[in-house]
DNA sequence: GCCGTTTTCGGCCCGACTGTTTTCAGTCG
């Protein structure tokens, strides 16, 4: 953990431990500095360092008590007050907190009562089945708190892609800089973009693999280490999943690649199609087999060294292309359709990265993002982006200070003000606007006339039966002025299932109604998913892909919506904010 | 505990669902 992550994680805990003991106002406080903590990240320990508590206090959310007690932190590498109240409550509060519905008031029963202080007592107070018999809970909370632990768990072990790639990213330039490496490479599950990566592979060629070897094990990130051998070492990483390496002659990358890249059905569909061909595939290489029946055994990595019958080894599409077919991008290899395809030399011209033009879901300081419209601006203008639409919360969100028909036209005159001052880049005046229970719109018809982009949403009964929840989505669909439907199932990742209703029906809906459905590049969102992204494209529906920004780091997160379209087999004319500025424009009018 | 072109003191804006209860506490967004 970083300093600021172990900031933000006891902040977040001095806010549970308040709200247990009902002490008004200070959990939101802590809360949203936490979270203020997270989005800045490092930037935190910067400011600090540059200009101390006065900087801190400088932060949103931070004011003398917090900004004090960070002080303490980056100091001292504790706070007092965190380590007293973790003596009168030795609970790992975070730890517990990331099971949905377990929140601060019953994790303060379940330690009063049965002295639960993490996941492990949880679990076996679960067992015992001594959790119905606390005061005001009964059978059923028991046993929702089991299946959200184990929701928690089926997910646990894995880490979203979006949190995983940067630092696959700094391994592999890390190792690059080896001397004697030729190549270095991620393959395995980050290199086909999958949502959730349950470890790191990477791939390095190298004459000397033994240095590589030394300076992997020695990576700044890695925790402890499994294995180290000559060609293959494995290590447990700081951010809690594995990372192997395999060293190979740089000859062979390509086959190598191949292999580790998987994934594992494709893989074995490959084989399988290799050897009706009179071939065989290993991470060595592609090589002709003698007779014409294939032999039982796979040849050893020995003889595929020697290179006897060797085919095809050098690039990935060398030895696609000896077995007769298009080379499948990664994103696309799962095993399914895709080598048919191949084979027929019609795979899809995915959508290139870097396509996206406009970023058409994000939020200010006008409800719960953390910068200025002028700052996300500026924040998306450096990273290429051609025009955003600010869609901030509607009214009904009025937590978090959703917009109203009054402050929206205000914002409007904010937006009109500070597009004089753009050249080839625009703000559209936009909403994530609610969906009310019955269908109806939280915005107005006539205020929605007013913006440039609406986007929709559900935030509410996430519960309704699957025909209420279809019909309330379509009716929504149908208004005038409707042009996305924000996150449509609404998933988080390892924390909730999405909402039940009919997809195809909606997508027919959303083709009808000329209403795009959104690919939410948010990591734990990362809704549409691919299959559905995949129903998209075959139904003819349009999509656009957007981040969900909250700051300005989240506009980076556009290559992993683009990742899932690409995993959906969307190409660039799928998604409607690869337009020019002029060519969305004209869509929207 | 934070915040301030309505305040340096006094606000901090809700509403639905669930599970436990006969009136409400906890959680979520």
């Given at each position: 953990?970083?300093?600021?992550?172990?900031?933000?994680?006891?902040?977040?805990?001095?806010?549970?431990?308040?709200?247990?003991?009902?002490?008004?106002?200070?959990?939101?406080?802590?809360?949203?500095?936490?979270?203020?903590?997270?989005?800045?990240g490092?930037?935190?320990?910067?400011?600090?360092?540059?200009?101390?508590?006065?900087?801190?206090?400088?932060?949103?959310?931070?004011?003398?008590?917090?900004?004090?007690?960070?002080?303490?932190?980056?100091?001292?590498?504790?706070?007092?007050?965190?380590?007293?109240?973790?003596?009168?409550?030795?609970?790992?509060?975070?730890?517990?907190?990331?099971?949905?519905?377990?929140?601060?008031?019953?994790?303060?029963?379940?330690?009063?009562?049965?002295?639960?202080?993490?996941?492990?007592?949880?679990?076996?107070?679960?067992?015992?089945?001594?959790?119905?018999?606390?005061?005001?809970?009964?059978?059923?909370?028991?046993?929702?708190?089991?299946?959200?632990?184990?929701?928690?768990?089926?997910?646990?072990?894995?880490l979203?892609l979006g949190y995983v790639l940067p630092v696959a990213d700094e391994m592999v330039r890390?190792?690059?800089?080896?001397?004697?490496?030729?190549?270095?490479?991620?393959?395995?599950?980050i290199?086909?973009?999958?949502?959730?990566?349950?470890?790191?592979?990477?791939?390095?060629?190298?004459?000397?693999?033994?240095?590589?070897?030394?300076?992997?094990?020695?990576?700044?990130m890695?925790?402890?280490?499994?294995?180290?051998?000559?060609?293959?070492?494995?290590?447990?990483?700081?951010i809690?999943?594995?990372?192997?390496?395999?060293?190979?002659?740089?000859?062979?990358?390509?086959?190598?690649?191949?292999?580790?890249?998987?994934?594992?059905?494709?893989?074995?569909?490959?084989?399988?199609?290799?050897?009706?061909?009179?071939?065989?595939?290993?991470?060595?290489?592609?090589?002709?087999?003698?007779?014409?029946?294939?032999?039982?055994?796979?040849?050893?990595?020995?003889?595929?060294?020697?290179?006897?019958?060797?085919?095809?080894?050098?690039?990935?599409?060398?030895?696609?292309?000896?077995?007769?077919?298009?080379?499948?991008?990664?994103?696309?290899?799962?095993?399914?359709?895709?080598?048919?395809?191949?084979?027929?030399?019609?795979?899809?011209?995915?959508?290139?990265?870097?396509?996206?033009?406009?970023?058409?879901?994000?939020?200010?300081?006008?409800?719960?993002?953390?910068?200025?419209?002028?700052?996300?601006?500026?924040?998306?203008?450096?990273?290429?982006?051609?025009?955003?639409?600010?869609?901030?919360?509607?009214?009904?969100?009025?937590?978090?200070?959703?917009?109203?028909?009054?402050?929206?036209?205000?914002?409007?005159?904010?937006?009109?003000?500070?597009?004089?001052?753009?050249?080839?880049?625009?703000?559209?005046?936009?909403?994530?606007?609610?969906?009310?229970?019955?269908?109806?719109?939280?915005?107005?018809?006539?205020?929605?006339?007013?913006?440039?982009?609406?986007?929709?949403?559900?935030?509410?009964?996430?519960?309704?039966?699957?025909?209420?929840?279809?019909?309330?989505?379509?009716?929504?669909?149908?208004?005038?002025?409707?042009?996305?439907?924000?996150?449509?199932?609404?998933?988080?990742?390892?924390?909730?299932?999405?909402?039940?209703?009919?997809?195809?029906?909606?997508?027919?809906?959303?083709?009808?109604?000329?209403?795009?459905?959104?690919?939410?590049?948010?990591p734990?969102?990362?809704?549409?998913?691919?299959?559905?992204?995949?129903?998209?494209?075959?139904?003819?529906?349009?999509?656009?892909?957007?981040?969900?920004?909250?700051?300005?780091e989240?506009?980076e997160?556009?290559v992993l919506?683009?990742?899932?379209?690409?995993?959906?087999?969307?190409?660039?004319?799928?998604?409607?904010?690869?337009?020019?500025?002029?060519?969305?424009?004209?869509?929207?009018?």
């Amino acid at each position: 953990m970083t300093k600021a992550q172990t900031l933000a994680k006891i902040l977040f805990e001095f806010s549970y431990f308040h709200e247990m003991h009902g002490v008004a106002f200070k959990p939101r406080a802590y809360q949203l500095a936490s979270e203020s903590v997270t989005a800045r990240g490092d930037e935190v320990e910067d400011a600090w360092r540059k200009g101390g508590i006065k900087a801190l206090k400088e932060l949103p959310g931070i004011g003398q008590n917090i900004a004090e007690k960070a002080d303490e932190l980056f100091r001292t590498g504790k706070i007092k007050e965190y380590e007293q109240m973790k003596k009168q409550f030795p609970v790992d509060i975070w730890g517990l907190s990331r099971i949905e519905g377990l929140g601060p008031k019953h994790m303060l029963d379940l330690y009063k009562h049965l002295k639960v202080k993490n996941i492990n007592d949880l679990k076996k107070a679960l067992k015992a089945h001594k959790i119905k018999d606390i005061p005001r809970w009964g059978e059923k909370s028991e046993i929702k708190l089991l299946n959200q632990l184990n929701l928690m768990e089926a997910s646990g072990g894995r880490l979203l892609l979006g949190y995983v790639l940067p630092v696959a990213d700094e391994m592999v330039r890390q190792l690059s800089k080896v001397k004697g490496v030729t190549r270095c490479t991620y393959a395995g599950s980050i290199r086909r973009r999958q949502e959730t990566i349950g470890d790191i592979d990477l791939i390095a060629t190298s004459k000397n693999a033994k240095s590589v070897m030394d300076a992997f094990v020695s990576l700044p990130m890695v925790e402890s280490v499994h294995e180290k051998g000559k060609t293959r070492s494995s290590v447990r990483l700081k951010i809690g999943i594995d990372a192997d390496l395999r060293v190979v002659p740089d000859e062979v990358f390509g086959a190598t690649l191949q292999y580790f890249t998987g994934d594992k059905r494709h893989n074995v569909l490959l084989r399988e199609f290799a050897l009706s061909k009179g071939y065989t595939l290993n991470e060595y290489g592609l090589y002709k087999l003698a007779k014409k029946k294939a032999t039982p055994t796979t040849p050893s990595p020995s003889s595929g060294r020697r290179g006897i019958g060797l085919v095809a080894c050098k690039t990935e599409e060398e030895i696609y292309e000896k077995l007769g077919m298009e080379t499948p991008a990664p994103e696309i290899r799962i095993g399914e359709d895709e080598i048919e395809a191949a084979l027929k030399h019609k795979l899809p011209n995915l959508l290139p990265y870097g396509s996206v033009r406009g970023d058409l879901q994000m939020h200010s300081t006008w409800s719960d993002g953390t910068l200025s419209i002028e700052e996300m601006a500026q924040a998306a203008i450096k990273l290429g982006r051609s025009y955003i639409a600010m869609t901030d919360h509607s009214k009904s969100m009025a937590f978090i200070n959703g917009l109203d028909e009054k402050r929206l036209k205000q914002q409007g005159k904010e937006i009109d003000k500070l597009n004089k001052n753009f050249k080839g880049f625009r703000i559209l005046k936009g909403i994530e606007c609610d969906i009310h229970k019955d269908g109806s719109l939280d915005i107005s018809a006539a205020a929605r006339k007013e913006l440039d982009f609406v986007g929709i949403s559900v935030h509410s009964h996430f519960h309704l039966s699957r025909e209420e929840q279809t019909k309330r989505i379509i009716k929504a669909m149908e208004q005038p002025n409707v042009n996305c439907f924000f996150h449509p199932t609404c998933r988080l990742i390892g924390k909730r299932e999405g909402i039940d209703f009919d997809m195809r029906a909606v997508i027919a809906a959303a083709k009808k109604n000329n209403v795009a459905l959104e690919i939410n590049s948010f990591p734990e969102r990362s809704d549409l998913s691919d299959r559905w992204v995949r129903a998209v494209v075959k139904a003819g529906a349009k999509l656009m892909i957007n981040t969900d920004a909250h700051t300005a780091e989240h506009l980076e997160f556009i290559v992993l919506g683009e990742a899932i379209a690409r995993r959906g087999w969307a190409t660039k004319k799928d998604v409607l904010n690869t337009k020019t500025t002029k060519e969305f424009m004209a869509w929207l009018a």
